[in-house]
């Protein structure tokens, strides 16, 4: 009669025998146990720390439109005819320009959505492919990332030709109240947007330097993030000057 004895000594398989290696879910420090980072810990302290950018951003603009809507109906004194005066004036701005640049900034948050749900696939399929003899075909990726690129460029660019539009038209900084605010207001918001230009470029950037692909995930997720509320920032600022004059 045939028996069956087993390879593996009894004792190895006791409660109290520990496990070969340890999960990678590891604490709050970002890493895992065995020192294995922790990249779902190190997005989430990511995404945390651009909430606070957020917030003082909106902050800031919080602020120009209150001094916009005041400054509006806020008179001024004329030693010349010793009276109260209102001098806001009116910008002739150059709208189409702006909705083209408008278009562009939208477009551009489409493609960046695109790159960043690439990147989360990416992340999510790295475990299965890092195992051996687990093939899943050669998928080519859309360069999503170099499209928002040149489509942020684009804006910036249309941005500068709609500020040498308003000198063509006679509207500098220093003209009156209104075309100042017209200037801050975009160029503060261009400023804002180099920053993410500048993410954009690293996060392009990260698969040369041959980074891990969740270290990737991370760097396009939270500029991803950053560039759609520069996109609806955007749209704020249209409407504001648009409506609020």
Known sequence: ?????????????????????????????????????????????????????????????????????????????DGASNSYVRDWGKTDLPWALLAINTALLLVSSLTMEFARRGAALQAAL?????????????????????????????????????????????????????????????????IHLGGGMIALLWAASASLLRKPVEARRIVVDITAWYWHFMAVLWIYVFALLGFAR
């Open 1 to 77: 009669m045939a028996t069956y004895t087993p390879t593996t000594p009894i004792d190895h398989v006791g409660h109290g025998h520990k496990p070969p290696f340890s999960p990678a879910g590891g604490g709050d420090d970002g890493r895992g146990g065995g020192d294995v980072p922790n990249y779902g810990a190190r997005l989430r302290r990511a995404r945390l720390g651009l909430i606070c950018g957020i917030a003082t951003v909106c902050m800031v603009f919080i602020s120009l439109t209150s001094a916009y809507i005041v400054r509006q109906g806020l008179p001024t004194f």
């Open 126 to 190: 790295a475990p299965v492919k890092s195992i051996p003899g687990v093939s899943l075909g050669n998928e080519k990726s859309f360069p999503w990332l170099g499209i928002t690129v040149l489509l942020g460029i684009g804006f910036l660019a249309g941005q500068w030709l709609a500020w040498v539009e308003l000198h063509n038209r006679g509207f500098y900084v220093s003209t009156n109240p209104s075309s100042s605010f017209a200037f801050l207001l975009t160029i503060a918001h261009a």
